[in-house]
């Protein structure tokens, strides 16, 4: 649960902070030694994600390595559908690879019925590092947006342009909100479980929300992160939630609609002063360094971490990438940032 100390919790409820907190996306991860190490002992990327001891070690070493104001812990969004009794694997240099959903029948054929009792080894992760953190750190649970998450189900991973997803959406949406339906119940459910087992904070991640149309974007995006925040609030309202629509553009102002959110994190393309002047006056904004100025450090980071603090500062703001932590990230460039961040005073 919460802890008024928090850095970020404070900023999150609007209320005045010394600094801007700072976590970032994939903080724990391939960038980092320790990590490495961690993950060449550990089987495949989901024995790692369903390891507790392990993932907990993970989730934790960027905070001991780095001045972070939060952990977040260390799994996958894809878990949901593995959870729901779709296979799914993780290929190095490929990526994740899933059994494609091809019609009703297959989505028929999944259960949201086991998915607290298949992921009991994330919420005993949460459990381990929340014992493990101060109050001062915050801990994170997060999950995939039900369109996100779809995609990979039904495409059996990335794509350059999600054809059959939207296809199936577009053409038989009426069919396609049964899939919806079972995702939403097993998010909500997942969420509330992570703040059961310790979360203080919850991200949704919509990676691929910019690829719909407007319409659409409303339909698969807006309102079902609506439905599942409304149902995480009706059991924890205190919770705060940040919201990760990625490549969204202007459409992130479709979220001041909804009530229930705390945070918004934006994507590197999104323009500050827009976000500034259309949404940090209603709602938490959090992001949008490149994470490839994170890759190259020194004066070229520096400069553009200034120019983020300046164009949100004032109100409330959490410092944060646009996406994750790249591999080729040097762990001295984390410490730089987080240095220019803690250092940084309006």
Request: charged share 20%; with cysteine; glycine share 6%.
């Amino acid at each position: 649960m919460t802890d008024v100390s928090s850095r970020l919790i404070g900023a999150l409820r609007r209320e005045k902070v010394d600094r801007p907190p700072i976590w970032l996306m994939r903080q724990a991860g391939r960038y980092l030694p320790e990590y490495k190490k961690v993950r060449a002992g550990a089987g495949n990327f989901l024995d790692l994600c369903y390891n507790s001891d392990l993932a907990a070690e993970v989730t934790l070493q960027p905070i001991r390595r780095f001045a972070l104001d939060a952990a977040i812990v260390f799994s996958d969004i894809l878990v949901i559908p593995h959870a729901l009794g779709q296979v799914v694997s993780f290929q190095d240099r490929v990526g994740p690879v899933l059994e494609p959903l091809q019609s009703n029948y297959d989505v028929a054929a999944l259960s949201s019925s086991g998915v607290r009792d298949h992921l009991q080894p994330v919420y005993q992760t949460l459990s381990r590092v929340k014992a493990a953190l101060p109050d001062s750190v915050a801990l994170i649970g997060f999950a995939g947006a039900p369109w996100t998450i779809a995609t990979y189900m039904i495409e059996g991973g990335s794509s350059r342009d999600f054809a059959k997803t939207k296809s199936w959406a577009f053409g038989n949406p009426a069919n396609f909100q049964k899939l919806f339906t079972v995702l939403e119940e097993a998010i909500a459910d997942h969420l509330i479980a992570q703040i059961d087992a310790g979360a203080d904070v919850l991200q949704i991640f919509d990676s691929w929300a910019g690829l719909l149309p407007d319409g659409a974007f409303q339909t698969w995006c807006v309102e079902p992160i609506g439905r599942i925040v409304a149902r995480i609030n009706d059991e924890y309202p205190e919770i705060p939630i940040i919201v990760f629509p990625r490549l969204a553009g202007v459409r992130y102002a479709e979220f001041l609609k909804l009530d229930g959110i705390a945070a918004v994190s934006l994507d590197q393309t999104m323009s500050r002063e827009w976000a500034r002047d259309h949404l940090q006056s209603a709602l938490v904004v959090q992001g949008n360094l490149d994470p490839v100025y994170l890759v190259q450090g020194g004066s070229v980071l520096e400069r553009e971490v200034e120019k983020i603090l300046l164009a949100f500062a004032g109100k409330p703001f959490v410092f944060n990438l646009g996406h994750g932590v790249m591999q080729t990230t040097p762990p001295d460039h984390v410490t730089e940032l987080c240095s220019y961040v803690a250092a940084w005073r309006p």
